[in-house]
């Protein structure tokens, strides 16, 4: 039976009188119209043309570690900034309170000094970056003092301690000058400004400038008004003697300067041969002097004398309350990991401070305390032995002020901590701390109320309180761009440095 399809164009029919198949190759597509064909299919589909594989181990590790950092750093900068926003909206509502046109606004005292073994630059951007937005969204003056060196915060407090007293009534060898700050307050007492009636407060910037400020507080309470009298010289060794004339040889003496001057006088003057006396060369210019930098006072009282002096009579019962706020500064470049952690971890201390920052806005005090026994490193009282103070035994008596950010001092340069051969003299810094009960106990710190601690929570939460505007919240930027929240007019309270 004959096959009804006919064969196929090209190919070529079976010989029956074989038993071999025949070996039939199919013809190769030309190269060029496979690319025209898959290019076309890429573009159809607008992907480029990129082979899709892992990379390489190297860049593996690259990617991994630069972004692992990256991820670190921008999610740390974001709660930081949402730190720093949260305090701000906590005092934000004192700025709309009204004030008096008669009255000067509250206006508190910043202490600030450059860390050991670094500038001034640092404690800076410290109280730019941390303290100064939440004072900003309050509304509220401060007056920055600032120290270069060591011991310059101690005696511009003293001095200003010893001010407060002369116009509280005070009399000493030295009146009060008449400087510009004198004059601005005549002219707000003509104007009938009055002073702001309440509390004001102190912001002391890390462990060192702590120190400066216990020590300038004594200094300026328990100290005279007037500076000491130098030394006078004891020993008849030290006595500068002046040498005077002999006049205990005749006049007839003979002396070999009078003969030479004898004959020079008996030359003839017109002689040609005399040398003509020559004129003395000119002195060259000297350049005007610099004014000598202001030097800091020196002090009006040693600790040793805190015990033996009495109390002035303008002592207040209260000081005004401080603050001491961590000051975190290491160097080194083998600290490199603890500095790299800090950085990635800058939320926390925005968090710490803005919270202590808030207290003193809200005025809150408590009188520092005094714990009758405990374990501690720090330094200790005058007449304790620095061995007892290094083997952290228990001490009876200490106070709060003596232990506050001492663990500050073990990150301090070692030009802070050591003192050199044979140097003499006060050093704030490595010296021991020294308390007066009489000014220790008139001392207070403040303190955040529990209800705004509370209130802080519930605004970190998102949560809407009664008559204020709902908080935006945290994670709106992501949902706005999935499409799943609306937009809404809402009032966020934004800390200066935010980034528009």
Known sequence: MANPTPPALGDVPPNPSSNVAPNVTQPKRNPAFKMMVEKRNLIATGLPNFRFKLPSRNWLIFLSITGSFTSLLLYDK????????????????????????????RKLTVYLSAPPGDGLRSAREYFQEYVKPVLVSAALDWEVVEG????????????????????????????????????????????????????????????????????????????????PSPPSPSSPALAIETPTPDTSSPPDAFSPLDDVSKSDANEDDASPTAPTPTPPPPEPPTEPTKP????????????????????????????????PLPFPHILGFFNTPIRTYRF???????????????????????????????STTSSTFANDSNDASDQGVVIEGQYEQRRLLAHEESEWHKSARKRKEGEEGERVWSDDVVLDPRIVSRMRR?????????????????????????????ASWWMNLLGGQKKENVVVVKCEGDEE
């Open 292 to 323: 000598a930098k202001p030097t800091q006072i020196p002090p009006f009282i040693f600790p040793p004398a805190y015990f033996s002096s009495d109390l002035p009579p303008t002592l207040p019962s209260e000081l005004e309350p401080s603050a």
């Open 78 to 105: 974001y709660q930081t900034k949402q730190a720093k926003r949260k305090w701000c909206t906590v005092v934000s509502h004192l700025a709309s309170e009204p004030l008096s046109v008669s009255s000067m606004p």
């Open 344 to 374: 990635l971890t800058r939320r926390r201390l925005a968090d710490d401070v803005g919270r202590q920052t808030a207290a003193v806005v809200f005025a809150a005090s408590r009188p520092y305390q005094q714990s009758s026994s405990f």
């Open 446 to 474: 403040f303190e955040l109320d529990p209800v705004e601690e509370a209130r802080a929570l519930r605004i970190a939460k998102g949560k809407q309180e009664e008559g204020e505007e709902p908080p935006k919240p945290a």
């Open 148 to 227: 270069r060196r060591e011991g310059e915060v101690r005696s511009g407090l003293a001095e200003k301690v010893r001010r407060l007293r002369r116009m509280r009534g005070e009399h000493g060898d030295m009146e009060l000058k008449g400087d510009a700050e004198s004059m601005i307050e005549q002219t707000r007492q003509k104007a009938g400004i009055s002073e702001y009636d309440g509390v004001k407060g102190d912001i002391v910037i890390g462990r060192h400038t702590w120190k400066e400020y216990i020590r300038g507080l004594h200094e300026g309470w328990l100290g005279p008004l007037d500076p």
